[in-house]
């Protein structure tokens, strides 16, 4: 028992903060360890992240919280995926759907079909295939029913929601399982002389708070991770130039849209997440190619409602730290790293190192090989996620401005080169290691982006051209009966989960 954890210390209480709380709360049942979680009213958070990728759906499960619960008490709203537009060139639109694209026959992706098709008869775009791009396009959801080789057996979705809501309500629940919460600054934080491990927190009202492993939520800063362990930071700037945004909450103005839409712009993109009392709007921009005046005013100028309050600037550094757990620290949050908002996954790297560090819990032996594994995997998980964000702003036909010209010609990673240096050769692609990407969503993307095969699968020429497009045409009229015999958006919430804070 002595080589067990006994004293778990968190620093910071925003959505990282109280994730961990929350989950650590859950499993350990204060049984095993103390859990204490250290914030300041004082020092913000950074108030954004309000869109999600599905498998928030899993972490909510853990916890036990009811889905039409957590839509209420966050003010949330559904998401089928990410409308791109003017990401490929000026007027062009594409869907990045959650879930799957077409139908697999006969051993051979449907997207080789696809291309077969395109190559004999044109393009029909790729979205008519995909159930949830349909879904997005005509305003529907619905949860799964169980009705066999139908679209709606496996609706994949996600949410956008308000993260100041969601984080009340882990607090409450963390709490509720044991977790204390102290309110005061950390002023200082002691190591160990030989170890340099952190043995305890110096706090503003002169009190010390010691642990055994310290968990780093405090955000972009890192105050264990980098201000007091000097891990250091690998900065991607070069591959992800944008290091600004300018967010501000709107007034809703009519059907809620069940996806988020990501509005490319001359040196950056605009995101639009509508959530059930308001809409988020944020404009990210790369200072370098942009003034803070021009990035404000393209903001306001594409809102749709009337804004709430006075557009807001936050500043981030695109990268990682060089190692995620570092002594008896492990870094949760921003203060691991940043890639940045395009496809809403940074809670989902929240999510992903609490599960980690759920399984490679350790003891005060702080054994290396758990450690290095631990990296490893962190290390591996955000650089994949890296490359796909990188594929949207390479891969594109824009040139009309120094940013759009900037990202087509940047040098880009080797893994991203090699992926699509595949695709393009004969339209194949493959999801490696664990990757949280997978294949519909690098196809989505790499044909959305303007990405065209020169070859498809040779397998796909075994069915005659006329079969292939009955087949395609099948396809395409399931998915859209499908949604048409959908409840609408709104209607779904306002039956299952309307909040009463409106
Ligand atoms: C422009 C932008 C858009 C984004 N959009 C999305 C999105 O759509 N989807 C998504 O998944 N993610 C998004 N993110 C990321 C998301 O906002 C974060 O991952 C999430 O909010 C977690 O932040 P955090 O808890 O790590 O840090 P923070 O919210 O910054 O919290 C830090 C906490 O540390 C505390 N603290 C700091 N110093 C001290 C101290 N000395 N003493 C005590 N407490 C201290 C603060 O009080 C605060 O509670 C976005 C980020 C940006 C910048």
Known sequence: MQKNIQKVVIVGGGTAGWMTAAAMG????NRMCSITLVESAEIPTIGVGEATIPQLQLFNALLGLDEDEFMRETNATFKHGIQFVDWKQLGHEYTHPFGTIGLNFDGVDFHHYWLKTAKAMGVDRLDNYAFNCVAARDNKMMRSIDVPNSPCNNIAYAFHFDAGLYVKWLKRFAISQGVERIEAQVKDVHLNNDSGFITSLELNDGKQIEGDLFIDCSGFKGLLIEEALHTGYESWSHFLPCDSAVVVPSTNTGELYPYTRSWAQKAGWQWRIPLQHRTGNGHVFSSKFMSDEEAKAILLENIEGEPLVEPRFLRFHTGMRRKQWNKNCIAIGLSSGFIEPLESTSIHLIQSNISRLMSLFPDKSFDPVTVDTFNKQADEEIRRIRDFIILHYHVTERQDSPFWRYCRNMEIPDYLQSKIDLFKSSGRVFR?????????????????????PEQYHPMADLLEQEEVSRRLAHVKHVIQQSVDRMPSHQNFIERHCKSTMQ
Do not use: C, H, T, Y
């Open 26 to 29: 859950k499993l350990l049942k």
């Open 432 to 452: 490696e290691n664990d990757e949280l990407f997978n294949q519909s969503s690098w196809i989505a993307v790499m044909i959305g982006q303007g990405l065209m």
